[in-house]
T-cell receptor, first 113, second 112 residues
Framework: DVKVTQSSRYLVKRTGEKVFLECVQD?????MFWYRQDPGLGLRLIYF???????EKGDIPEGYSVSREKKERFSLILESASTNQTSMYLC????????????FGDGTRLSIL | RKEVEQDPGPFNVPEGATVAFNCTYS??????FFWYRQDCRKEPKLLMS???SGNEDGRFTAQLNRASQYISLLIRDSKLSDSATYLC?????????????FGAGTRLFVKA
């Protein structure tokens, strides 16, 4: 079974803090993704990566950055957290083949006060 | 027009009922299709892939109609535990590379 592990289930931070969300997958997947999910808005793609040290902007990259130094790890960084970044953050991974599904971590519920 | 559209519901059905969800997609170059299930405050989990010939997994049947650009999910003999949001997912190859689009989801409530 694919295992995607996110570092925290719940996180509370203050505005202006730099926040790191970590994601690790154990299936040697090439692709990794970061989404946020808000009520009524569905899943929105923040950033994704097709390979080590490679990153691509998704639909809502503003206020975020990412790092992929190793194949199994994809980090999401909130450079200066703001209250509108309070959300559920979901990491996913998949094989390179576009016919493969994505597998999600448990999610991190982040609150910015 | 959204790239992937689903009826948001909610669908309220009694136990034992048969319920069907449809999902339409706009990109005719879409290559692969999936249904995910998401429980409240949990992550989406892959329910099943959707194959061109249609496929079945127990009480669940998925079908693809490329000509009309829609996929469907049929749930037979609904259980209380089927209550969840069902997400339609489409993978497409475009000029910018491959892209995964998630539908907004259809909520299902199964009642005793």
């Amino acid at each position: 079974d694919v295992k995607v592990t996110q570092s925290s289930r719940y996180l509370v931070k203050r505005t202006g803090e730099k926040v790191f969300l970590e994601c690790v997958q154990d299936m040697d997947h090439e692709n990794m993704f970061w989404y946020r999910q808000d009520p009524g808005l569905g899943l929105r793609l923040i950033y994704f990566s097709y390979d080590v040290k490679m990153k691509e902007k998704g639909d809502i990259p503003e206020g975020y950055s990412v790092s992929r130094e190793k194949k199994e790890r994809f980090s999401l960084i909130l450079e200066s957290a703001s209250t509108n970044q309070t959300s559920m953050y979901l990491c996913a991974s998949s094989r390179q083949d576009s016919n493969q599904p994505q597998h999600f971590g448990d999610g991190t519920r982040l609150s910015i006060l | 027009r959204k790239e992937v559209e689903q009826d948001p519901g909610p669908f309220n059905v009694p136990e034992g009922a048969t319920v069907a969800f449809n999902c339409t997609y706009s990109n005719s170059a879409s290559q692969s299709f999936f249904w995910y299930r998401q429980d409240c405050r949990k992550e989406p989990k892959l329910l099943m892939s959707v194959y061109s010939s249609g496929n079945e997994d127990g009480r669940f049947t998925a079908q693809l109609n490329r000509a009309s650009q829609y996929i469907s999910l049929l749930i037979r003999d609904s259980k209380l535990s089927d209550s969840a949001t069902y997400l339609c997912v489409v993978n497409s190859l475009g000029t910018g590379g491959f892209k995964t689009i998630f539908g907004a989801g259809t909520r299902l409530f199964v009642k005793a």
